[in-house]
């Protein structure tokens, strides 16, 4: 047998709400991951502030330790991930990383947005990359988006709701009349928020995530004091409902937009959206980025914008680029990696939904008690009917909404009603996917 080759061993600073689901998530697709990136992930080092503190995840007393130090310092340890928070320490630590030709990745937006042009110079003399997939947007791959697929052009816009904890509270506020505070409470206890939410509400961590977008869409770190930043503090139910009376939903809006002559404007501000917009139906924890591209044109990228598992899923992928870059893994940057964990495909016959179920049947009494025997017959329950009162002489259009059953019942029922004498088109049916 071929050499495996050598595990990944990683570093992990921090074992807050992020911390913990990298350390959770690696553990359960450790397999899944190995056969895509063609190495083992191996966590060699946790450092956290209190080693005896209790933790939602287990993790090995021994693996644990107070001091950052011993991470660098581990000559066996090929990869820190920084999710410590806040900026003084964390600069610290991957200037350290780096220096030792240890590979970064980190979820902490302040960090670059204040240190980016510094800390990306010492990569590029070390050789050594930084990941950032996780600082932008929770588990929306929007970083390697605007680094990788959408490389050939130049953006000409971003708009992007990008913070979720505001979000969150904003359409709390808007569908529960919550207040502002028992709204951020909640987001808090679901994990969303920053260690000092001030961040959340005062716009800046929307703005720190505007910086890196819009640094990496323009080649140069953009400043802090350049930008303009205004929170949600100010938004009250009152605006919320005139906004939507008029037609409109306020959202704390990220813009990000060239102008002909090379300006740059950088904002984040709650803004009113028009109702019909994509973007007014972007709730909760959710985020999204409108990037509109010279050549692609407009996309649109939407996921969960916080929380635990969002975050460490892009964590992770910024590990299996970093198992990449060390080399040893074969063919599997080539496109395609063959991997046999996902079972088989399923026979259509086999698929379940519900239906809609349109007939155009004789007038005559008796005709549903027909249908509706041949759905019974095959076990299939009917949850609504509508009769339109006006139709041609003679004819009658039935509509059925029907329970879930298989397609391949569903297409048998089909048969049977199709064959009725009092049927009098050939049946529309429809699946109704429930999103
Ligand atoms: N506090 C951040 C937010 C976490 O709510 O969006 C993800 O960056």
Redesign the pocket.
């Known amino acids: 047998m071929a050499d495996q080759p050598k595990p990944l061993r990683i570093g992990l600073a921090g074992l807050g709400n992020v911390g913990a689901g990298v350390y959770k998530n690696l553990l359960k697709n450790r397999s899944l991951l190995q056969e895509r990136t063609g190495r083992a992930m191996e966590i060699r080092k946790v450092a956290v502030r209190n080693p005896s503190k209790p933790r939602t995840v287990a993790v090995p007393d021994e693996l644990l330790t107070a001091n950052l130090d011993d991470l660098i310092e581990d000559g066996e340890i090929d990869i820190i991930v920084e999710l410590i928070g806040g900026i003084d320490q964390a600069f610290t630590l991957v200037k350290s990383a780096l220096e030792r030709k240890k590979i970064v990745v980190t979820?902490n937006?302040a960090l670059l947005a204040e240190h980016g042009k510094e800390l990306f110079a010492l990569a590029e003399k070390q050789k050594t990359p930084i990941y950032f997939e996780a600082?932008?947007?929770?588990g929306i791959p929007i970083i390697k988006t605007v680094q990788e697929s959408l490389v050939g052009n130049r953006i000409d816009s971003m708009i992007g709701i990008?913070?979720?904890?505001?979000n969150?509270i904003l359409t709390r506020m808007a569908e529960e009349g919550l207040d502002y505070p028992e709204a951020l409470k909640e987001?808090q206890d679901l994990g969303?928020?920053?260690a000092d939410p001030a961040?959340?509400v005062n716009g800046w961590?929307a703005a720190h995530?505007a910086i890196i977008l819009a640094s990496l869409s323009y080649g140069f770190w953009l400043r802090a004091e350049d930008i303009y930043v205004e929170g949600i503090q100010d938004v009250s139910l009152v605006d919320i409902l005139f906004a939507d009376s008029l037609g409109y939903t306020i959202k704390l809006l990220a813009v990000i937009r060239l102008d002909e002559s090379g300006g740059i404007e950088v904002r984040v501000q709650p803004s009113l959206i028009s109702n019909g917009h994509i973007l007014a139906s972007v709730n909760g924890?959710f985020?999204a980025i409108l990037v509109n591209g010279d050549v692609v044109g407009e996309t649109l990228f939407y996921g969960s914008?916080?929380g635990q598992d969002p975050?460490s899923s892009s964590v992770i992928s910024d590990l299996a680029d970093a198992a990449a870059r060390l080399g040893d893994c074969g063919g599997r940057r080539t496109g395609f990696v063959p991997h046999g964990l996902y079972g088989q495909p399923v026979a259509i016959d086999d698929t379940v939904s519900e239906y809609y179920l349109r007939l155009q049947v004789a007038d005559n009494p008796g005709v549903l008690a027909q249908i509706a025997t041949v759905l019974g017959n095959l076990d299939i329950g009917i949850s609504s009917m509508i009769q339109p009162e006006e139709h041609e002489e003679g004819i009658a259009p039935i509509v059925l909404m029907l329970h879930y059953a298989t397609f391949g019942r569903m297409k048998e029922a089909l048969r049977q009603i199709a064959d009725l004498d009092c049927v009098r088109a050939q049946p529309v049916l429809m699946r109704v996917e429930s999103l």
């Not at 600082?135 to 929770?138: E, K, L, P, R, S």
């Not at 990008?162 to 505001?166: A, D, L, P, Q, R």
């Open positions: 979820g937006k600082a932008v947007a929770g990008i913070n979720g904890t505001s969150y987001a969303y928020a920053e961040l959340d961590d995530k924890v985020n914008g916080a975050t």
